[in-house]
């Protein structure tokens, strides 16, 4: 994919991202998509989009730069996760609930997924992030707020708030049933 970047400063900087993020980047997309060949396929697809928006990123501070790159891995893993998602008629809860034998709890409608995706994706860019990263749980609030550079209060208050939205999602959901 190096064979499309015009000049060899451009091919050090990916190089050099490509060493210091990828790791990051299969994180990220592994939280999503729970398989390694999907998460690597993300991560290399979201190194095409990086490399295709290069002139964008160049001079961007470090944090930033990570920011973004997150968000492009996170953005290719959902687009795998939604693709290969459309052949899944129901996704399973964990052994922990089968064994309780809760049968309302093991199956959850692909549409209730798709419903909550959709509101999640629907909320102000802010919370995605805070909700993102700390889904990922290898993030304390700590480095959230360093990877976001805002403080670790507003991280809290912005979960908090976040919290309370999708509470009242799932409430009226289950009104609706």
Do not use: H, P, W
Request: net charge positive; hydrophobic share 40%.
């Amino acid at each position: 994919m190096l064979f499309i970047l015009n000049n060899e400063k451009d091919i050090i900087f990916v190089e050099k991202l490509y060493a210091e993020y990828s790791k990051f980047m299969y994180k990220v997309a592994f939280s999503i998509l729970k398989d390694s060949y999907y998460s690597e396929d993300a991560v290399s697809r979201a190194f095409v989009r990086i490399i295709e928006n290069i002139d964008k990123i160049t001079g961007l501070e470090k944090k930033r730069l990570r920011n973004y790159i997150g968000v492009i891995c996170r953005n290719e893993a959902f687009d795998l996760y939604n693709k290969s998602a459309k052949d899944m008629k129901y996704i399973f809860a964990s052994e922990n609930t089968y064994e309780n034998n809760d049968v309302s709890l093991i199956v959850v409608s692909k549409d209730s997924i798709k419903r909550l995706e959709e509101f999640i994706l629907g909320m102000d860019i802010k919370y995605q992030e805070v909700i993102f990263l700390k889904s990922m749980n290898c993030f304390s609030l700590k480095q959230i707020a360093e990877v976001l550079d805002i403080k670790s209060e507003t991280v809290r208050k912005r979960l908090e708030r976040c919290r309370a939205k999708i509470k009242e999602f799932l409430r009226q959901e289950e009104e609706i049933k």
